[in-house]
Protein backbone atom coordinates (compact mmCIF):
# COMPACT_ATOMS: atom_id res chain seq x y z
CA UNK A 1 0.00 0.00 0.00
CA UNK A 2 2.92 2.76 1.04
CA UNK A 3 4.35 1.58 -2.44
CA UNK A 4 1.14 2.87 -3.96
CA UNK A 5 0.82 6.09 -2.28
CA UNK A 6 4.86 6.60 -3.17
CA UNK A 7 3.81 5.98 -7.05
CA UNK A 8 1.08 8.51 -6.28
CA UNK A 9 3.29 11.08 -4.90
CA UNK A 10 5.80 10.46 -7.69
CA UNK A 11 3.14 10.78 -10.82
CA UNK A 12 2.12 14.06 -8.74
CA UNK A 13 5.93 15.38 -8.18
CA UNK A 14 6.10 15.09 -12.23
CA UNK A 15 2.80 16.69 -12.80
CA UNK A 16 3.92 19.73 -10.92
CA UNK A 17 7.30 19.90 -12.29
CA UNK A 18 5.98 20.01 -15.82
CA UNK A 19 3.45 22.59 -14.91
CA UNK A 20 6.35 25.05 -13.41
CA UNK A 21 8.35 24.62 -16.77
CA UNK A 22 5.35 25.85 -18.84
CA UNK A 23 3.72 28.44 -16.18
CA UNK A 24 4.33 31.89 -17.32
CA UNK A 25 3.00 33.86 -14.07
CA UNK A 26 6.27 33.82 -11.88
CA UNK A 27 4.00 33.72 -8.83
CA UNK A 28 2.29 30.84 -9.45
CA UNK A 29 5.46 29.42 -10.41
CA UNK A 30 6.99 30.12 -6.87
CA UNK A 31 4.12 28.07 -5.42
CA UNK A 32 4.35 25.41 -7.86
CA UNK A 33 7.94 24.62 -6.69
CA UNK A 34 6.70 24.96 -2.90
CA UNK A 35 4.37 22.20 -3.79
CA UNK A 36 7.43 20.32 -5.72
CA UNK A 37 9.27 20.77 -2.24
CA UNK A 38 6.58 19.43 -0.25
CA UNK A 39 5.99 16.25 -2.00
CA UNK A 40 10.04 15.49 -2.54
CA UNK A 41 9.44 15.65 1.92
CA UNK A 42 7.02 13.21 2.20
CA UNK A 43 8.61 10.90 -0.59
CA UNK A 44 11.52 11.55 2.13
CA UNK A 45 9.39 10.54 4.82
CA UNK A 46 8.44 7.54 2.75
CA UNK A 47 12.12 6.24 2.17
CA UNK A 48 12.45 6.89 6.33
CA UNK A 49 14.99 10.07 5.88
CA UNK A 50 12.96 12.43 8.15
CA UNK A 51 16.19 14.39 8.50
CA UNK A 52 16.48 15.06 4.99
CA UNK A 53 12.71 15.93 4.47
CA UNK A 54 13.21 18.49 7.36
CA UNK A 55 15.82 20.39 5.37
CA UNK A 56 14.05 20.29 2.22
CA UNK A 57 10.30 21.40 3.74
CA UNK A 58 12.98 24.38 5.42
CA UNK A 59 14.73 25.69 2.92
CA UNK A 60 12.89 24.52 -0.67
CA UNK A 61 9.21 25.17 0.35
CA UNK A 62 9.68 28.11 2.75
CA UNK A 63 13.26 30.02 2.57
CA UNK A 64 13.99 29.93 -1.30
CA UNK A 65 10.20 31.10 -2.58
CA UNK A 66 9.99 33.42 0.40
CA UNK A 67 13.44 35.36 -1.04
CA UNK A 68 11.95 34.69 -4.83
CA UNK A 69 9.05 36.47 -3.63
CA UNK A 70 10.79 39.72 -2.43
CA UNK A 71 13.18 39.82 -5.38
CA UNK A 72 10.28 40.33 -7.52
CA UNK A 73 8.37 42.45 -5.52
CA UNK A 74 11.38 44.67 -5.05
CA UNK A 75 11.96 44.84 -9.42
CA UNK A 76 9.32 47.48 -9.82
CA UNK A 77 11.86 50.14 -11.98
CA UNK A 78 13.17 50.51 -15.15
CA UNK A 79 16.34 51.93 -15.40
CA UNK A 80 16.87 53.88 -18.76
CA UNK A 81 20.02 55.42 -19.59
CA UNK A 82 19.75 58.73 -21.76
CA UNK A 83 22.42 59.81 -23.32
CA UNK A 84 20.21 62.37 -25.35
CA UNK A 85 20.21 64.41 -22.24
CA UNK A 86 23.48 63.99 -20.85
CA UNK A 87 24.21 65.92 -17.68
CA UNK A 88 20.84 67.83 -18.11
CA UNK A 89 18.12 65.77 -15.91
CA UNK A 90 16.66 66.98 -13.00
CA UNK A 91 13.95 64.99 -10.73
CA UNK A 92 10.66 65.09 -12.18
CA UNK A 93 12.02 66.03 -15.84
CA UNK A 94 9.12 65.04 -17.95
CA UNK A 95 10.65 64.38 -21.71
CA UNK A 96 8.98 64.65 -25.06
CA UNK A 97 9.19 62.73 -27.83
CA UNK A 98 8.26 59.87 -29.66
CA UNK A 99 10.33 57.24 -27.40
CA UNK A 100 9.83 59.00 -24.29
CA UNK A 101 6.06 58.64 -24.79
CA UNK A 102 6.19 55.13 -25.39
CA UNK A 103 8.57 54.37 -22.51
CA UNK A 104 5.91 56.40 -20.30
CA UNK A 105 3.03 54.45 -21.64
CA UNK A 106 5.63 50.99 -21.78
CA UNK A 107 6.25 51.33 -18.28
CA UNK A 108 2.62 52.51 -16.72
CA UNK A 109 1.12 49.26 -18.93
CA UNK A 110 3.73 47.19 -17.12
CA UNK A 111 3.04 48.97 -13.90
CA UNK A 112 6.83 50.14 -13.18
CA UNK A 113 8.25 53.03 -12.05
CA UNK A 114 10.68 54.40 -15.17
CA UNK A 115 13.55 55.52 -13.90
CA UNK A 116 15.92 58.35 -16.68
CA UNK A 117 19.47 59.05 -15.59
CA UNK A 118 22.57 60.48 -17.71
CA UNK A 119 25.11 60.80 -15.61
CA UNK A 120 26.69 57.72 -15.95
CA UNK A 121 29.82 56.80 -17.75
CA UNK A 122 31.23 53.77 -19.62
CA UNK A 123 30.78 51.56 -23.04
CA UNK A 124 27.24 49.82 -23.37
CA UNK A 125 27.82 46.47 -22.81
CA UNK A 126 29.37 47.94 -18.85
CA UNK A 127 26.35 49.82 -18.34
CA UNK A 128 23.88 46.93 -19.00
CA UNK A 129 25.88 44.55 -17.07
CA UNK A 130 27.90 46.18 -13.91
CA UNK A 131 25.55 49.45 -13.52
CA UNK A 132 22.22 47.16 -14.35
CA UNK A 133 20.65 49.40 -16.75
CA UNK A 134 17.62 48.22 -18.16
CA UNK A 135 17.74 50.19 -21.40
CA UNK A 136 20.01 52.57 -23.49
CA UNK A 137 18.46 55.72 -25.51
CA UNK A 138 20.37 56.99 -28.55
CA UNK A 139 19.89 58.48 -31.73
CA UNK A 140 21.07 58.20 -35.16
CA UNK A 141 19.52 60.64 -37.37
CA UNK A 142 15.63 60.78 -37.34
CA UNK A 143 15.49 57.28 -35.25
CA UNK A 144 15.72 56.29 -31.79
CA UNK A 145 17.81 53.27 -30.85
CA UNK A 146 16.71 51.76 -27.61
CA UNK A 147 19.61 49.24 -26.72
CA UNK A 148 18.91 46.42 -24.11
CA UNK A 149 20.02 43.28 -22.89
CA UNK A 150 18.98 40.64 -25.19
CA UNK A 151 17.34 37.64 -22.86
CA UNK A 152 15.60 40.80 -20.90
CA UNK A 153 11.80 39.85 -21.08
CA UNK A 154 11.07 43.50 -21.17
CA UNK A 155 13.01 44.24 -24.26
CA UNK A 156 11.12 41.39 -25.65
CA UNK A 157 7.72 43.13 -25.33
CA UNK A 158 9.10 46.05 -26.59
CA UNK A 159 11.16 44.17 -29.86
CA UNK A 160 7.43 43.39 -30.38
CA UNK A 161 5.41 46.22 -29.12
CA UNK A 162 8.29 48.61 -31.32
CA UNK A 163 7.49 46.94 -34.77
CA UNK A 164 4.40 49.69 -34.86
CA UNK A 165 6.76 52.40 -34.37
CA UNK A 166 9.21 52.94 -37.43
CA UNK A 167 10.87 55.85 -35.86
CA UNK A 168 12.56 53.67 -32.80
CA UNK A 169 14.03 50.55 -33.19
CA UNK A 170 15.61 47.94 -30.95
CA UNK A 171 19.24 46.99 -30.53
CA UNK A 172 19.89 43.76 -28.39
CA UNK A 173 23.19 43.94 -26.58
CA UNK A 174 24.58 40.26 -25.76
CA UNK A 175 25.58 40.64 -21.66
CA UNK A 176 28.48 38.12 -21.95
CA UNK A 177 29.80 35.55 -19.12
CA UNK A 178 31.41 36.69 -16.27
CA UNK A 179 33.98 34.22 -14.57
CA UNK A 180 33.43 34.76 -11.04
Do not use: W
Request: glycine share 4%.
Amino acid sequence: MNDLIALGFQLFMLVTAIAVVFQKNNFTVIILMSVYSLIAATLYMFNQAPDVAIAEVAINAAIIPLIYVIAISRQREIIVYDTLHHGDITPGTVFEGEIYTYLYAFSKKNKLRLNVCSDLEGDDATLIREMNVDFIITKEEETYVLKGKSHHMLMKKMVKELKQHPHIRTELIEEGHDLD
